[in-house]
Protein backbone atom coordinates (compact mmCIF):
# COMPACT_ATOMS: atom_id res chain seq x y z
CA UNK A 1 0.00 0.00 0.00
CA UNK A 2 3.05 2.59 0.84
CA UNK A 3 5.12 1.61 -2.14
CA UNK A 4 1.64 2.33 -4.48
CA UNK A 5 1.39 5.47 -2.72
CA UNK A 6 4.48 6.66 -3.29
CA UNK A 7 4.41 5.68 -6.99
CA UNK A 8 1.62 7.33 -7.27
CA UNK A 9 3.10 10.53 -5.84
CA UNK A 10 6.38 10.54 -8.18
CA UNK A 11 4.20 9.93 -11.07
CA UNK A 12 2.51 13.40 -10.26
CA UNK A 13 6.17 15.30 -9.16
CA UNK A 14 7.69 13.91 -12.64
CA UNK A 15 6.93 15.46 -15.21
CA UNK A 16 5.45 13.69 -18.27
CA UNK A 17 6.84 12.82 -21.52
CA UNK A 18 4.61 15.76 -22.82
CA UNK A 19 5.48 18.42 -20.47
CA UNK A 20 9.06 17.64 -21.23
CA UNK A 21 9.09 19.24 -25.10
CA UNK A 22 6.97 21.78 -23.87
CA UNK A 23 9.47 22.88 -21.31
CA UNK A 24 12.27 22.71 -23.58
CA UNK A 25 10.43 24.69 -25.56
CA UNK A 26 10.00 27.30 -23.31
CA UNK A 27 13.82 27.29 -22.55
CA UNK A 28 14.23 28.02 -26.54
CA UNK A 29 11.85 31.03 -26.06
CA UNK A 30 13.92 32.76 -23.04
CA UNK A 31 17.36 31.84 -25.46
CA UNK A 32 15.87 33.53 -28.34
CA UNK A 33 14.81 36.47 -26.62
CA UNK A 34 18.13 36.86 -25.38
CA UNK A 35 19.82 36.84 -28.63
CA UNK A 36 17.78 39.20 -29.92
CA UNK A 37 18.79 41.59 -27.23
CA UNK A 38 22.67 40.68 -27.90
CA UNK A 39 21.78 41.43 -31.60
CA UNK A 40 20.48 44.86 -31.19
CA UNK A 41 22.94 45.62 -28.51
CA UNK A 42 26.03 44.97 -30.81
CA UNK A 43 23.97 46.29 -33.78
CA UNK A 44 25.37 50.01 -33.77
CA UNK A 45 28.63 48.72 -32.54
CA UNK A 46 30.56 48.38 -35.73
CA UNK A 47 29.64 51.78 -37.46
CA UNK A 48 26.34 51.57 -37.16
CA UNK A 49 26.00 48.80 -38.31
CA UNK A 50 26.89 49.86 -42.17
CA UNK A 51 29.38 47.70 -43.51
CA UNK A 52 29.41 44.34 -45.17
CA UNK A 53 30.79 42.88 -41.74
CA UNK A 54 27.56 43.81 -39.86
CA UNK A 55 25.33 43.12 -42.93
CA UNK A 56 26.62 39.27 -42.77
CA UNK A 57 26.66 38.83 -39.17
CA UNK A 58 22.76 40.10 -38.74
CA UNK A 59 22.00 38.42 -41.83
CA UNK A 60 22.95 35.36 -40.24
CA UNK A 61 21.95 36.15 -36.52
CA UNK A 62 18.49 37.01 -36.63
CA UNK A 63 17.13 34.14 -39.01
CA UNK A 64 19.14 31.70 -37.00
CA UNK A 65 17.21 32.82 -33.77
CA UNK A 66 14.08 33.02 -35.88
CA UNK A 67 14.83 29.44 -37.22
CA UNK A 68 15.62 28.48 -33.38
CA UNK A 69 12.53 29.85 -32.53
CA UNK A 70 10.22 28.25 -34.60
CA UNK A 71 11.97 24.92 -33.93
CA UNK A 72 11.16 25.06 -30.31
CA UNK A 73 7.45 25.46 -31.35
CA UNK A 74 7.74 22.11 -33.48
CA UNK A 75 9.04 20.24 -30.80
CA UNK A 76 6.89 21.65 -28.09
CA UNK A 77 3.91 21.50 -30.79
CA UNK A 78 2.57 25.05 -29.62
CA UNK A 79 0.73 27.28 -31.52
CA UNK A 80 2.27 30.81 -32.61
CA UNK A 81 1.60 33.07 -29.63
CA UNK A 82 -0.20 35.50 -32.60
CA UNK A 83 -1.31 33.88 -35.81
CA UNK A 84 -0.53 35.34 -39.26
CA UNK A 85 -3.71 35.93 -39.80
CA UNK A 86 -3.55 38.55 -37.33
CA UNK A 87 -1.02 40.55 -39.70
CA UNK A 88 -1.98 39.42 -42.93
CA UNK A 89 -2.69 42.28 -44.98
CA UNK A 90 0.50 44.46 -43.77
CA UNK A 91 1.91 40.85 -44.46
CA UNK A 92 1.02 40.49 -47.89
CA UNK A 93 2.08 43.77 -48.89
CA UNK A 94 5.72 43.34 -48.18
CA UNK A 95 5.67 39.91 -49.08
CA UNK A 96 4.87 41.29 -52.67
CA UNK A 97 7.73 43.87 -52.58
CA UNK A 98 10.13 41.41 -51.58
CA UNK A 99 8.72 38.78 -54.52
CA UNK A 100 8.66 41.78 -57.05
CA UNK A 101 12.53 42.60 -55.90
CA UNK A 102 13.30 38.97 -57.25
CA UNK A 103 11.54 39.59 -60.73
CA UNK A 104 13.71 42.82 -61.03
CA UNK A 105 16.63 40.83 -60.49
CA UNK A 106 15.32 37.80 -62.60
CA UNK A 107 17.45 37.70 -66.26
CA UNK A 108 14.79 36.14 -67.89
CA UNK A 109 12.27 39.18 -68.40
CA UNK A 110 11.45 40.55 -71.42
CA UNK A 111 13.75 43.51 -72.84
CA UNK A 112 11.27 45.82 -72.89
CA UNK A 113 11.20 45.69 -69.10
CA UNK A 114 15.03 45.65 -69.08
CA UNK A 115 16.70 48.72 -67.67
CA UNK A 116 17.62 50.81 -70.89
CA UNK A 117 21.47 50.37 -69.38
CA UNK A 118 21.92 46.45 -70.04
CA UNK A 119 20.86 47.25 -73.86
CA UNK A 120 23.14 50.16 -74.11
CA UNK A 121 26.04 47.70 -72.95
CA UNK A 122 24.67 45.18 -75.08
CA UNK A 123 25.56 47.38 -78.00
CA UNK A 124 28.77 48.55 -76.89
CA UNK A 125 30.54 45.48 -76.38
CA UNK A 126 28.24 43.47 -78.98
CA UNK A 127 27.43 40.95 -76.96
CA UNK A 128 24.46 39.35 -76.10
CA UNK A 129 24.34 40.12 -72.38
CA UNK A 130 21.37 39.17 -70.03
CA UNK A 131 19.60 41.60 -68.54
CA UNK A 132 17.37 42.51 -66.08
CA UNK A 133 14.97 45.32 -64.58
CA UNK A 134 17.65 46.37 -61.97
CA UNK A 135 20.26 48.15 -63.34
CA UNK A 136 22.98 46.58 -60.72
CA UNK A 137 21.26 43.24 -59.59
CA UNK A 138 24.00 43.06 -56.62
CA UNK A 139 22.63 46.09 -55.56
CA UNK A 140 19.29 44.72 -55.36
CA UNK A 141 20.30 41.52 -53.70
CA UNK A 142 21.31 43.25 -50.87
CA UNK A 143 18.44 45.19 -50.24
CA UNK A 144 16.72 41.72 -50.58
CA UNK A 145 19.00 40.40 -47.92
CA UNK A 146 18.26 43.41 -45.25
CA UNK A 147 14.74 43.04 -45.69
CA UNK A 148 14.68 39.69 -45.09
CA UNK A 149 16.68 39.98 -41.78
CA UNK A 150 14.39 42.88 -40.60
CA UNK A 151 11.71 40.59 -41.41
CA UNK A 152 12.84 37.70 -39.58
CA UNK A 153 13.42 40.19 -36.65
CA UNK A 154 9.65 41.22 -36.59
CA UNK A 155 8.24 38.41 -36.94
CA UNK A 156 10.35 36.36 -33.97
CA UNK A 157 9.89 39.72 -31.59
CA UNK A 158 6.29 40.12 -32.31
CA UNK A 159 5.57 36.16 -31.16
CA UNK A 160 7.81 36.30 -28.07
CA UNK A 161 6.58 40.25 -26.89
CA UNK A 162 3.10 38.90 -27.47
CA UNK A 163 4.17 38.65 -23.19
CA UNK A 164 3.98 41.94 -21.45
CA UNK A 165 6.92 41.53 -19.55
CA UNK A 166 9.41 40.45 -22.71
CA UNK A 167 8.13 43.64 -24.17
CA UNK A 168 8.65 45.98 -21.16
CA UNK A 169 11.66 44.27 -20.84
CA UNK A 170 12.29 44.86 -24.79
CA UNK A 171 11.81 48.71 -24.68
CA UNK A 172 14.15 48.48 -21.17
CA UNK A 173 16.65 47.41 -23.04
CA UNK A 174 16.59 49.67 -25.89
CA UNK A 175 16.84 52.73 -23.93
CA UNK A 176 19.62 51.05 -21.92
CA UNK A 177 21.74 50.15 -25.07
CA UNK A 178 21.25 53.68 -25.95
CA UNK A 179 22.64 55.25 -23.03
CA UNK A 180 25.32 53.25 -23.08
CA UNK A 181 26.30 54.61 -27.03
CA UNK A 182 25.31 57.74 -25.45
CA UNK A 183 27.72 57.69 -22.88
CA UNK A 184 30.56 56.32 -24.87
CA UNK A 185 29.78 59.50 -27.76
CA UNK A 186 29.76 61.79 -25.25
CA UNK A 187 33.39 60.66 -23.49
CA UNK A 188 34.74 60.42 -27.28
CA UNK A 189 33.37 64.01 -28.20
CA UNK A 190 35.12 65.45 -25.18
CA UNK A 191 38.42 62.79 -24.64
CA UNK A 192 39.41 61.51 -27.98
CA UNK A 193 36.76 63.46 -30.55
CA UNK A 194 39.16 62.24 -33.74
CA UNK A 195 38.26 58.44 -33.37
CA UNK A 196 35.49 56.55 -33.79
CA UNK A 197 36.63 53.64 -31.83
CA UNK A 198 40.01 52.53 -32.63
CA UNK A 199 39.62 54.05 -36.33
CA UNK A 200 40.67 57.71 -37.44
CA UNK A 201 37.47 60.37 -37.59
CA UNK A 202 36.95 61.51 -41.18
CA UNK A 203 34.74 64.16 -40.45
CA UNK A 204 32.40 65.53 -37.70
CA UNK A 205 34.91 66.20 -35.06
CA UNK A 206 32.79 68.68 -34.24
CA UNK A 207 29.93 66.53 -32.91
CA UNK A 208 28.83 63.72 -31.42
CA UNK A 209 28.60 60.53 -33.41
CA UNK A 210 29.07 57.73 -30.83
CA UNK A 211 29.70 54.50 -33.10
CA UNK A 212 28.36 55.98 -35.99
CA UNK A 213 29.85 57.78 -39.10
CA UNK A 214 26.92 59.89 -39.91
CA UNK A 215 25.66 62.48 -37.07
CA UNK A 216 22.11 62.46 -38.70
CA UNK A 217 22.22 59.00 -38.51
CA UNK A 218 23.07 58.36 -34.82
CA UNK A 219 20.12 61.35 -33.94
CA UNK A 220 17.89 59.13 -34.87
CA UNK A 221 19.54 56.10 -33.30
CA UNK A 222 19.86 58.56 -29.89
CA UNK A 223 16.47 59.48 -30.40
CA UNK A 224 14.83 56.38 -30.69
CA UNK A 225 16.38 55.56 -27.25
CA UNK A 226 15.49 58.50 -25.82
CA UNK A 227 12.04 57.68 -26.72
CA UNK A 228 12.06 54.42 -24.85
CA UNK A 229 14.15 55.75 -21.52
CA UNK A 230 11.43 58.60 -20.91
CA UNK A 231 8.75 56.26 -21.43
CA UNK A 232 10.21 54.07 -18.94
CA UNK A 233 10.63 56.93 -16.89
CA UNK A 234 6.87 57.56 -16.47
CA UNK A 235 5.81 54.17 -16.08
CA UNK A 236 7.68 54.16 -13.08
CA UNK A 237 6.00 57.35 -11.67
CA UNK A 238 2.50 56.03 -13.13
CA UNK A 239 2.99 52.91 -10.74
CA UNK A 240 3.92 54.90 -7.65
CA UNK A 241 1.23 56.97 -8.80
CA UNK A 242 -1.70 53.86 -8.01
CA UNK A 243 0.44 52.81 -5.39
CA UNK A 244 0.22 55.76 -3.24
CA UNK A 245 -3.82 55.91 -3.58
CA UNK A 246 -6.02 59.60 -4.01
CA UNK A 247 -3.29 61.15 -0.80
CA UNK A 248 -1.13 63.70 -1.96
CA UNK A 249 1.51 63.13 0.68
CA UNK A 250 0.97 60.15 -0.30
CA UNK A 251 1.11 60.26 -4.44
CA UNK A 252 4.08 62.79 -3.55
CA UNK A 253 5.99 60.23 -1.43
CA UNK A 254 5.47 58.04 -4.33
CA UNK A 255 7.21 60.18 -7.06
CA UNK A 256 10.05 60.88 -4.28
CA UNK A 257 10.43 57.04 -4.03
CA UNK A 258 10.27 57.11 -7.88
CA UNK A 259 12.77 59.57 -8.31
CA UNK A 260 15.60 57.94 -5.90
CA UNK A 261 14.77 54.27 -7.37
CA UNK A 262 14.28 52.40 -11.20
CA UNK A 263 12.35 56.08 -12.00
CA UNK A 264 16.02 58.17 -11.42
CA UNK A 265 17.63 55.74 -13.46
CA UNK A 266 15.88 56.02 -16.26
CA UNK A 267 16.22 59.77 -15.64
CA UNK A 268 19.30 59.58 -15.73
CA UNK A 269 19.38 57.76 -18.87
CA UNK A 270 17.05 60.30 -20.16
CA UNK A 271 19.52 63.03 -19.62
CA UNK A 272 22.45 61.05 -21.15
CA UNK A 273 20.76 60.38 -24.23
CA UNK A 274 19.68 64.06 -24.67
CA UNK A 275 22.94 65.37 -23.85
CA UNK A 276 24.53 63.38 -26.87
CA UNK A 277 21.42 64.04 -29.29
CA UNK A 278 21.98 67.74 -28.89
CA UNK A 279 26.02 67.22 -29.17
CA UNK A 280 25.04 65.67 -32.26
CA UNK A 281 23.90 68.91 -33.47
CA UNK A 282 21.28 67.31 -36.63
CA UNK A 283 18.67 69.65 -37.29
CA UNK A 284 16.90 67.26 -38.82
CA UNK A 285 17.61 64.77 -36.23
CA UNK A 286 16.64 66.89 -33.58
CA UNK A 287 13.79 68.23 -34.94
CA UNK A 288 12.11 64.80 -35.53
CA UNK A 289 13.33 63.84 -31.93
CA UNK A 290 11.26 66.48 -30.69
CA UNK A 291 8.16 65.46 -32.99
CA UNK A 292 8.65 61.88 -31.94
CA UNK A 293 8.47 63.31 -27.94
CA UNK A 294 5.98 65.24 -28.35
CA UNK A 295 3.81 62.53 -30.04
CA UNK A 296 4.81 60.29 -26.50
CA UNK A 297 3.50 63.28 -24.16
CA UNK A 298 0.37 63.23 -26.12
CA UNK A 299 -0.75 59.59 -25.72
CA UNK A 300 0.49 59.65 -22.26
CA UNK A 301 -1.30 62.29 -21.24
CA UNK A 302 -4.14 60.73 -22.74
CA UNK A 303 -3.64 57.57 -20.84
CA UNK A 304 -2.65 59.10 -17.71
CA UNK A 305 -5.98 60.69 -16.98
CA UNK A 306 -6.69 58.41 -14.35
CA UNK A 307 -3.01 58.98 -13.03
CA UNK A 308 -2.07 62.37 -13.77
CA UNK A 309 -0.21 63.26 -11.33
CA UNK A 310 1.97 60.37 -12.02
CA UNK A 311 2.14 60.59 -15.47
CA UNK A 312 2.63 64.63 -15.45
CA UNK A 313 5.54 64.34 -12.98
CA UNK A 314 7.25 61.73 -15.34
CA UNK A 315 6.61 63.64 -18.19
CA UNK A 316 7.57 67.32 -16.81
CA UNK A 317 10.84 66.20 -15.09
CA UNK A 318 11.84 64.03 -18.52
CA UNK A 319 11.67 66.92 -20.54
CA UNK A 320 12.91 69.11 -17.99
CA UNK A 321 16.36 67.46 -18.56
CA UNK A 322 16.08 66.57 -21.89
CA UNK A 323 16.26 71.17 -21.69
CA UNK A 324 18.87 71.31 -19.60
CA UNK A 325 20.59 69.60 -21.80
CA UNK A 326 19.88 71.21 -24.48
CA UNK A 327 20.69 74.65 -22.74
CA UNK A 328 23.90 73.16 -21.38
CA UNK A 329 25.39 71.74 -24.64
CA UNK A 330 23.11 73.35 -27.23
CA UNK A 331 25.32 75.93 -28.79
CA UNK A 332 26.31 73.75 -31.64
CA UNK A 333 23.09 73.18 -32.77
CA UNK A 334 22.04 76.74 -31.67
CA UNK A 335 25.23 77.77 -34.56
CA UNK A 336 24.31 75.54 -37.21
CA UNK A 337 20.47 76.69 -36.79
CA UNK A 338 21.33 80.37 -36.99
CA UNK A 339 24.18 80.10 -40.28
CA UNK A 340 22.57 77.60 -42.02
CA UNK A 341 18.68 77.18 -41.56
CA UNK A 342 16.91 74.10 -42.58
CA UNK A 343 18.56 74.43 -46.12
CA UNK A 344 20.34 70.93 -47.23
CA UNK A 345 23.66 70.71 -49.19
CA UNK A 346 22.81 70.21 -52.62
CA UNK A 347 19.58 68.07 -51.62
CA UNK A 348 16.81 69.78 -53.11
CA UNK A 349 19.04 69.31 -56.61
CA UNK A 350 19.17 65.88 -55.81
CA UNK A 351 15.32 65.66 -55.04
CA UNK A 352 14.49 67.26 -58.51
CA UNK A 353 17.08 64.56 -60.61
CA UNK A 354 15.40 61.32 -57.97
CA UNK A 355 11.97 62.48 -59.51
CA UNK A 356 13.38 62.73 -63.06
CA UNK A 357 14.32 59.15 -62.81
CA UNK A 358 11.31 58.16 -60.67
CA UNK A 359 9.25 59.59 -63.87
CA UNK A 360 11.08 57.64 -66.50
CA UNK A 361 10.38 54.29 -65.03
CA UNK A 362 7.06 54.33 -62.77
CA UNK A 363 5.77 51.02 -62.83
CA UNK A 364 8.68 49.24 -62.57
CA UNK A 365 11.72 50.89 -61.05
CA UNK A 366 15.37 50.58 -61.70
CA UNK A 367 15.87 48.16 -59.03
CA UNK A 368 16.02 48.01 -55.10
CA UNK A 369 18.95 49.76 -53.52
CA UNK A 370 20.32 50.95 -56.98
CA UNK A 371 20.45 54.80 -56.54
CA UNK A 372 23.72 55.07 -56.23
CA UNK A 373 24.26 53.61 -60.29
CA UNK A 374 21.23 55.86 -61.29
CA UNK A 375 21.94 59.00 -60.34
CA UNK A 376 24.90 59.40 -62.40
CA UNK A 377 22.77 58.94 -65.43
CA UNK A 378 20.90 62.23 -64.40
CA UNK A 379 23.31 63.91 -62.54
CA UNK A 380 23.61 67.91 -63.91
CA UNK A 381 25.44 71.32 -63.43
CA UNK A 382 22.86 71.22 -60.38
CA UNK A 383 25.53 69.15 -58.28
CA UNK A 384 28.92 70.17 -57.30
CA UNK A 385 31.45 68.64 -59.78
CA UNK A 386 33.45 66.49 -57.49
CA UNK A 387 30.55 65.92 -55.16
CA UNK A 388 29.92 62.17 -53.85
CA UNK A 389 26.53 61.54 -53.96
CA UNK A 390 26.14 58.13 -53.06
CA UNK A 391 22.27 58.47 -51.08
CA UNK A 392 19.56 60.39 -51.94
CA UNK A 393 18.68 61.71 -48.11
CA UNK A 394 15.28 60.95 -48.83
CA UNK A 395 14.36 57.00 -47.98
CA UNK A 396 11.00 57.27 -49.47
CA UNK A 397 12.38 58.75 -52.70
CA UNK A 398 14.79 56.03 -53.18
CA UNK A 399 12.13 53.31 -52.13
CA UNK A 400 9.64 54.78 -55.20
CA UNK A 401 12.59 55.24 -57.78
CA UNK A 402 13.85 51.40 -57.02
CA UNK A 403 10.74 49.50 -56.39
CA UNK A 404 8.06 51.39 -58.93
CA UNK A 405 5.59 53.76 -57.64
CA UNK A 406 2.96 50.72 -57.42
CA UNK A 407 4.81 48.59 -55.27
CA UNK A 408 6.51 51.31 -53.12
CA UNK A 409 2.89 52.41 -52.53
CA UNK A 410 2.18 49.24 -51.04
CA UNK A 411 5.04 48.57 -49.30
CA UNK A 412 5.24 51.66 -47.45
CA UNK A 413 1.23 51.59 -46.66
CA UNK A 414 1.81 47.93 -45.21
CA UNK A 415 4.39 49.36 -42.74
CA UNK A 416 1.41 52.46 -42.05
CA UNK A 417 -0.79 49.77 -41.43
CA UNK A 418 1.57 48.34 -38.05
CA UNK A 419 2.44 51.46 -37.00
CA UNK A 420 -1.65 52.26 -37.04
CA UNK A 421 -1.84 49.12 -35.32
CA UNK A 422 0.79 50.48 -32.15
CA UNK A 423 -1.07 53.67 -32.46
CA UNK A 424 -4.11 51.81 -31.53
CA UNK A 425 -2.89 50.10 -29.18
CA UNK A 426 -1.41 52.71 -26.85
CA UNK A 427 -4.71 54.69 -26.74
CA UNK A 428 -7.08 51.90 -26.59
CA UNK A 429 -5.20 49.31 -24.33
CA UNK A 430 -6.36 49.76 -20.82
CA UNK A 431 -2.73 48.31 -19.67
CA UNK A 432 0.63 47.33 -20.44
CA UNK A 433 0.93 50.04 -23.06
CA UNK A 434 4.27 51.15 -22.87
CA UNK A 435 5.28 48.81 -25.98
CA UNK A 436 3.21 50.18 -28.47
CA UNK A 437 3.36 53.98 -27.04
CA UNK A 438 7.07 53.53 -27.98
CA UNK A 439 6.54 51.77 -31.19
CA UNK A 440 4.03 54.88 -32.10
CA UNK A 441 6.92 57.41 -31.17
CA UNK A 442 10.18 55.66 -32.49
CA UNK A 443 7.88 55.43 -36.06
CA UNK A 444 7.33 58.78 -35.88
CA UNK A 445 10.66 59.73 -35.74
CA UNK A 446 12.24 57.34 -38.15
CA UNK A 447 9.50 58.36 -40.37
CA UNK A 448 9.92 61.97 -40.62
CA UNK A 449 13.92 62.07 -40.83
CA UNK A 450 13.32 59.91 -43.61
CA UNK A 451 12.09 62.67 -45.07
CA UNK A 452 15.55 64.30 -44.71
CA UNK A 453 17.66 61.78 -44.44
CA UNK A 454 18.94 58.13 -44.56
CA UNK A 455 19.30 57.32 -41.15
CA UNK A 456 17.02 53.87 -41.71
CA UNK A 457 19.53 52.59 -44.25
CA UNK A 458 21.66 52.25 -40.92
CA UNK A 459 20.84 48.86 -40.05
CA UNK A 460 21.72 49.89 -36.06
CA UNK A 461 18.67 52.14 -36.57
CA UNK A 462 16.31 49.74 -38.85
CA UNK A 463 16.44 47.15 -36.47
CA UNK A 464 16.06 48.81 -33.39
CA UNK A 465 13.21 50.21 -34.89
CA UNK A 466 11.64 47.06 -36.43
CA UNK A 467 11.84 45.38 -32.72
CA UNK A 468 10.25 48.15 -30.73
CA UNK A 469 7.31 48.08 -34.09
CA UNK A 470 7.10 44.46 -33.29
CA UNK A 471 6.66 44.55 -29.27
CA UNK A 472 4.33 47.57 -29.98
CA UNK A 473 2.17 45.34 -32.76
CA UNK A 474 2.57 42.46 -30.19
CA UNK A 475 1.15 44.46 -27.32
CA UNK A 476 -1.62 46.50 -29.27
CA UNK A 477 -4.35 43.22 -28.46
CA UNK A 478 -5.62 43.16 -24.72
CA UNK A 479 -4.35 40.34 -22.76
CA UNK A 480 -8.16 38.57 -23.47
CA UNK A 481 -7.83 38.28 -27.10
CA UNK A 482 -7.17 35.32 -28.48
CA UNK A 483 -4.43 36.34 -30.82
CA UNK A 484 -3.08 32.67 -31.56
CA UNK A 485 -6.65 31.74 -33.55
Known sequence: MLTAKMTSTTARLAPSAQDTPKTHARAIDEIVFGAILVGLACAPFWFGGNRPLAWGLHAIWFPAATLLYEAGRLWGARRHPISLRRIWAPSAGIALAAIWAGLQMAPWTPVGYQHPVWQMAREALGKDLPGAISINVDETMLALVKLATAACLFWTTMQLCRSPHRARLLVAAVAAIGALYALYGIVAFFVFPETILWFPKTSYNDSVTSTFVNRNSYATYAGVGLTA????????????????GRATKRRLAGVIAACAGAGGAWLAATFVIGVALILTASRGGICATLCGVVALMAIASIRGRKNAVGAGFGVLIAMALVGAAAFAFGDTFA????????????????????????????LFGSGWGTFRQVLPIYRDSSLEPFGVYDLAHNTYLEIFQGLGVPVALLFLSSIATLATRCVWGALARRHSATAPMVAAAATFIVFLHAFVDFSLQMQAVTLTWVALLAAGVAQSWGSRTATDR
Open 229 to 244: AIAMAVGQFVASDRAG
Open 335 to 362: DRIATQGFNGDDRFAIYRLSLLSIADSP
